[in-house]
């Protein structure tokens, strides 16, 4: 292997034995890898979608570190880290020492040194999860909660859960349809990178090209762009929508929320195109009457709450199987048995 690639995110979050270590992106990772997350968060569930709680972490301390806001995705992780037995502290950036002119470098450093196991790391630079992992604290499991415009991996995890729990269909076998604002978006990313390496043949995207990334093609094999809801969301069997990240917009990509909404706005209208059992998700936070309509998102057809839930499952899941990985790099395997 080409030294090189020794550094790519993907080789960085794997241990000498394939496992994972850190969490940082979905590239890179194995259709196995990805079935043995989805099968550990499974094993966190019962057959009602009831939780099931595992003293996996006992002893071990879980640190959240959200240099960017959050709702569900923090709240769920520390949700998730109780429910194995961690220790989880949250730390509040905006009144941490970075504020006084410390270096992210030295902050980290201090916060391993009171015994941190787990950095749970969103910050709005691509690639930060990345950095700590390689250069600063490679002996913490590091877990990326999004990263800029780059990747949110736990959750096309949870939303990978989701669709094979909610469909009950091979992902071969399934129309997968993503709208609203892929350029800002990190989450379009990984679900991307996830649903092709489970397998999924049509992935659609649904777009103006104004909220596209510049040279599209990047998203590989199976993708299909559409400039147009009716073409796109036809015969799906899952609908994904997504926010209109305006803290992401730095030049006027929209001409305004209400023209976005006549154009690619998720109505009942739209939906009846699609299977009559298809799912309709979203990330979440919602803009209500703007990427989807109030009937959608709170319909027959929604799974959105699901997914909530499906986020605690997947972080457990992604917390034991990392701490698990880092211990056995450190020669201390029998430590967590899952
Ligand atoms: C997403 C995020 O932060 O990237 N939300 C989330 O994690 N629940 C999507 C978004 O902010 O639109």
Redesign the pocket.
């Known amino acids: 292997m080409h030294i090189a690639a020794l550094h790519q995110p993907s080789q960085v979050q794997l241990n000498q034995q394939g496992n994972l270590k850190h969490f940082l992106t979905i590239e890179g990772l194995s259709k196995e890898s990805l079935t043995k997350i989805l099968d550990t968060a499974q094993s966190f569930l019962d057959e009602n979608n009831n939780l099931i709680n595992r003293p996996l972490l006992e002893g071990l301390t879980v640190m959240n570190l959200f240099f960017e806001n959050?709702?569900?995705?923090r709240t769920t992780f520390e949700a998730a880290a109780k429910r194995l037995s961690a220790n989880v502290l949250n730390i509040d950036i905006a009144r941490s020492s970075t504020s006084k002119g410390e270096t992210l470098r030295d902050t980290l450093w201090n916060l391993e040194a009171m015994a941190a196991d787990i950095f749970v790391v969103?910050h709005s630079s691509s690639g930060a999860a990345h950095f700590i992992a390689k250069d600063v604290c490679p002996n913490v499991a590091i877990i990326n909660a999004?990263d800029g415009r780059h990747a949110?991996p736990t959750?096309a995890m949870l939303d990978m859960l989701t669709i094979r729990r909610e469909t009950k269909k091979p992902f071969e076998q399934l129309s997968v349809a993503i709208i609203g604002d892929i350029k800002h978006?990190?989450?379009a990313r990984s679900n991307v990178a996830a649903l092709q390496t489970l397998g999924c043949k049509d992935i659609r995207v649904i777009a103006p090209n104004t909220l596209l990334p510049v040279g599209f093609n990047e998203y590989g094999e199976h993708v299909r762009l559409f400039n147009q809801m009716n073409g796109g969301v036809t015969d799906c069997d899952v609908i994904i929508a997504?926010?209109i990240?305006n803290e992401r917009i730095d030049s006027p990509a929209l001409a305004s929320q209400s023209e976005f909404y006549k154009m690619y706005g998720l109505n009942k209208e739209r939906l009846a195109l699609a299977k009559p059992d298809c799912i309709v998700m979203h990330?979440?936070?919602m803009n209500r009457g703007v990427e989807i309509d109030s009937s959608v998102a709170d319909g027959d057809q929604s799974v959105i709450l699901k997914q909530v839930t499906n986020g605690i499952a997947v972080r457990m899941a992604v917390l034991a199987l990392a701490m698990q990985g880092q211990l056995q790099e450190q020669g201390l395997i029998e430590a967590i048995s899952l």
Not at 70 to 73: A, I
Request: proline share 12%; charged share 25%; aromatic share 0%.
């Open positions: 959050s709702t569900r995705t969103r999004g949110h959750q978006s990190r989450v997504l926010r990240q990330p979440g936070p």
